[in-house]
Every structure is written in C-alpha cells, then in structure tokens.
C-alpha cells in the first residue's frame, strides 16, 4: 500500500502562485503515471496535469500555460506548480498514482483563489 501526502495548498489573491507537493511513501518508479485532479463544489472531480513515468506530461487546456507539474524520482515526490491563478480554480486538489490495476489517492489539499 502507498500513501501519498498532499501539501502546499492555501489562501492565494488572484494572479498569484502556488505550488503543491505529493510526497509517497514509496518509490514513484513503478508507476505508470501519476498526476493532479481537482474537485470545485458540487462538480466532479477532474484531471489537471498528468506525468508519466518517461516524463511525458498532459494538461487540461484551462491550465495549459500556467501549471507545470513535475516529479523528483529521488524524493519521490510529484509538484504541481501553479502561477496566474484565477478564482475558477478554487478546488481541493489530489495526487493521484496509477500503475496497472493499482490506483492511489491523497487526501487532498485545499486551495482557494480570492481577494
């Protein structure tokens, strides 16, 4: 079983930067892909950025340009740096692992756009 641990999420004013941190509890080697999802107040849960083992990396176009998502293989951890925030992007933000028929979450981390 892995854990994966969310953090870096808070109170930002529009136009400014975050960035998160999924860190786990194992090697992030063996996965597949791993990537950030987000949830808003009564919508489902979406995809965000997605990395894959190789290095390959996916955005949702509504972030295309100003998230970057990234991992450390040495620190087991995946970031998701997150610059010229608007308030649409107010959600709690998840860490997501994928290899195979194993898919694991974080708790989640929340992170709110305003003024």
């Known amino acids: 079983q892995v854990q994966l641990v969310e953090s870096g999420g808070g109170l930002v004013q529009p136009g400014g930067s975050l960035r998160l941190s999924c860190a786990a509890s194992g090697s992030i080697l063996s996965f597949n892909r791993m990537g950030w999802y987000r949830q808003a107040p009564g919508k489902q849960r979406g995809v965000v950025a997605l990395?894959?083992?190789?290095?390959?990396?996916n955005y949702a176009d509504s972030v295309k340009g100003r998230f970057t998502i990234s991992r450390d293989n040495a620190k087991n951890t995946v970031y998701l740096q997150m610059n010229s925030l608007k308030p649409e992007d107010t959600a709690v933000y998840y860490c997501?692992?994928?290899?195979?028929?194993?898919?694991?979450w974080g708790q989640g981390t929340q992170v709110t756009v305003s003024s």
């Open positions: 997501n692992a994928y290899r195979g028929r194993e898919d694991y």
């Open positions: 990395i894959t083992s190789g290095g390959n990396t």
